[in-house]
């Protein structure tokens, strides 16, 4: 798989930060860091998006809506499910639940 440009989407800046080392690590690109899907919107995202919540809100429902290549974790979630979503989108550039 190769590096995923990702956009970090956490209301909590310390979850934001945790994140932020996961997705470094698994050797992709961390492009922003931003509390709120409004903030995200804002953004000219050609990338894929992924929704990590605790259940999705209007805009994120919204937002999934806009961009078909976007998945949603619900938190609490694990690394391993977080790779899978990154795997999933870099070579299906599809959607995907967990």
């Known amino acids: 798989m190769h590096s995923q440009n990702i956009l970090i989407i956490e209301d909590h800046p ?3 930060a945790v994140l932020a080392r996961m997705v ?3 050797g992709h690109e ?3 860091e931003v509390q709120t ?3 995200a919107i804002r953004w000219t995202l050609t ?3 992924i929704f990590a919540s605790t259940s999705p809100t209007l805009l994120e ?3 999934r809506r806009n961009n078909p290549c976007s998945a949603f974790l619900t938190k609490p979630f694990t690394a391993e499910e977080l790779a899978t979503v990154i795997g999933q ?3 299906e ?3 995907s639940e967990e």
């Open 37 to 39: 899907g409004e903030e």
């Open 30 to 32: 961390v492009i922003g």
């Open 93 to 95: 550039g599809g959607t």
């Open 47 to 49: 990338e894929p998006v």
């Open 14 to 16: 310390s979850v934001s």
């Open 61 to 63: 429902q919204e937002q």
């Open 24 to 26: 470094r690590s698994m």
């Open 89 to 91: 989108l870099a070579t």
